[in-house]
C-alpha cells in the first residue's frame, strides 16, 4: 500500500501583487537556490460564553510568519530587482543596492514545489510580505560554507473577490488539471466547494 509524505522543496516562485484589493498579480518569477522554507501558521481558537455554556465556537486563520532560505538572490540584475522590491530596498543608477529604511517592501504571492515519493506538492501562499535578510559570514575553514541568506517572511489570509472563501493559499498536486501550469500565473478563480 502506498503511503505519502512531502519532503524537500524547490521551484520557488514570487509574484509581485499588483491589487490587493483585486487580488492580481504579475507573472510569477523563479528563485533558483531554494535551501529551505519555514511556516508557521497562526490560528487563534476561542469559546465565548454566556447564559452559564458555550455560545460561540470561533477558529481563526491569521496566516503566518516563517523564513525562507536562499543561496542566491542577486544572480542576475533582474532577480536583484525583484528582491529589493520584495524587501523595501532601491538599485541605485550605478547598480549598488541602497539598504533603504524607510522603503515600503512589495506584497507578493509565493510558490514552491515539495516533489515527495509519493505524489508532488505545488503551494501557493497569496499574500506575502518579506523582511530584510539575515546571514551568517564565516571565515574560510578546510571546507567552503555558502552563505544563505534567511528572509523572514508574513503571510495573511484574503478574501478571493466574488466568492466567500476566506484564504492565506491554496495547494496542487499531482494528477490535478493545473498541475502542469501551477507556475504560469497566480490563479484565484478557486470554485468553492459546498456540502
Same mark, same amino acid.
Not at 490560528?43 to 465565548?48: I, K, L, N
Not at 460564553?49 to 543561496?71: C, H, I, R, V
Not at 541602497?98 to 515600503?104: E, G, K, Q, V, Y
Given at each position: 500500500?502506498?503511503? /505519502? =509524505?512531502?519532503? %524537500?522543496?524547490?521551484?520557488?516562485?514570487?509574484?509581485?501583487? *499588483?491589487? #490587493?484589493?483585486?487580488?492580481?498579480?504579475? +507573472?510569477?518569477?523563479?528563485?533558483?537556490?531554494?535551501?529551505?522554507?519555514?511556516?508557521?501558521?497562526?490560528?487563534?481558537?476561542?469559546?465565548?460564553?454566556?447564559?452559564?455554556?458555550?455560545?460561540?465556537?470561533?477558529?481563526?486563520? /491569521? =496566516?503566518?510568519? %516563517?523564513?525562507?532560505?536562499?543561496?542566491?538572490?542577486?544572480? *542576475?540584475? #533582474?532577480?536583484?530587482?525583484?528582491?529589493? +522590491?520584495?524587501?523595501?530596498?532601491?538599485?541605485?543608477?550605478?547598480?549598488?543596492?541602497?539598504?533603504?529604511?524607510?522603503?515600503?517592501?512589495?506584497?507578493?504571492?509565493?510558490?514552491?514545489?515539495?516533489?515527495?515519493?509519493?505524489?508532488?506538492?505545488?503551494?501557493?501562499?497569496?499574500?506575502?510580505?518579506?523582511?530584510?535578510? *539575515?546571514? #551568517?559570514?564565516?571565515?574560510?575553514?578546510?571546507?567552503?560554507?555558502?552563505?544563505?541568506?534567511?528572509?523572514?517572511?508574513?503571510?495573511?489570509?484574503?478574501?478571493?473577490?466574488?466568492?466567500?472563501?476566506?484564504?492565506?493559499?491554496?495547494?496542487?498536486?499531482?494528477?490535478?488539471?493545473?498541475?502542469?501550469?501551477?507556475?504560469?500565473?497566480?490563479?484565484?478563480?478557486?470554485?468553492?466547494?459546498?456540502?
Amino acid at each position: 500500500m502506498a503511503r /505519502n =509524505g512531502f519532503f %524537500g522543496v524547490k521551484n520557488s516562485h514570487f509574484a509581485i501583487c *499588483t491589487d #490587493e484589493d483585486a487580488l492580481t498579480y504579475e +507573472d510569477p518569477v523563479h528563485v533558483a537556490g531554494t535551501v529551505a522554507i519555514s511556516m508557521e501558521p497562526s490560528v487563534e481558537t476561542a469559546t465565548s460564553y454566556a447564559d452559564n455554556e458555550p455560545w460561540l465556537d470561533k477558529q481563526q486563520d /491569521n =496566516g503566518g510568519s %516563517g523564513t525562507m532560505s536562499f543561496y542566491d538572490t542577486e544572480g *542576475t540584475v #533582474e532577480l536583484r530587482q525583484l528582491i529589493a +522590491d520584495l524587501v523595501g530596498y532601491e538599485i541605485a543608477q550605478d547598480g549598488r543596492t541602497i539598504l533603504s529604511a524607510d522603503r515600503t517592501p512589495k506584497k507578493f504571492a509565493f510558490m514552491c514545489e515539495q516533489p515527495g515519493h509519493v505524489l508532488g506538492r505545488r503551494r501557493c501562499l497569496l499574500m506575502c510580505q518579506l523582511s530584510k535578510p *539575515t546571514q #551568517e559570514l564565516n571565515t574560510i575553514q578546510d571546507t567552503p560554507e555558502i552563505t544563505q541568506l534567511d528572509y523572514p517572511f508574513t503571510w495573511r489570509p484574503v478574501t478571493i473577490p466574488s466568492t466567500d472563501i476566506r484564504t492565506s493559499g491554496y495547494d496542487s498536486f499531482t494528477g490535478l488539471a493545473d498541475y502542469a501550469t501551477f507556475f504560469d500565473a497566480v490563479d484565484i478563480e478557486l470554485a468553492h466547494k459546498t456540502e
